[in-house]
């Protein structure tokens, strides 16, 4: 089975950017060989709310899930559309919002979509 490279990074909800705490809400995971963007999301409303009482869910919830879309379709600038390397760019780059991603991982995967899987119920979903 052959193995191709990936690189990702996870999205967290940062309820209080002055204090810098983090829940993992999601991940983006980039194949060039593949031709391959995605990303998938779980909001824990219990875990963000441990951090922040008054955390605005709605508001977790749209910027995760502008990512997820901004993944499968192309949107705003012709920049942001040039293509996939450049729109995981824009994706992860660092900002200062309720959503924002982590330093860029890299791996092997023969499958990029189970290895999305994989990573979110690693990395994203709540213990069970």
Same mark, same amino acid.
């Given at each position: 089975m052959k193995r191709h490279p990936y690189v990702y990074a996870v999205l967290r909800a940062v309820p209080r950017v002055d204090r810098g705490e983090f829940v993992n809400v999601g991940v983006v995971l980039y194949c060039q060989a593949l031709d391959y963007l995605q990303a998938s999301v779980v909001i824990d409303p219990v875990r963000l709310r441990a951090l922040a009482p008054d955390v605005d869910l709605d508001a977790v919830r749209t910027s995760a899930e502008a990512v997820v879309l901004a993944c499968r379709t192309p949107v705003g600038s012709a920049r942001e559309n040039e293509g996939l390397a450049v729109r995981f760019g824009m994706l992860t780059a660092p900002r200062s919002t309720v959503v924002q991603p982590s330093p860029v991982h890299a791996?092997?995967?023969?499958?990029?979509? @189970?290895?999305? $899987?994989?990573?979110?119920? @690693?990395?994203? $979903?709540p213990p069970t």
């Open positions: 791996g092997m995967t023969p499958d990029p979509g @189970r290895s999305l $899987a994989r990573l979110l119920e @690693r990395l994203v $979903a």
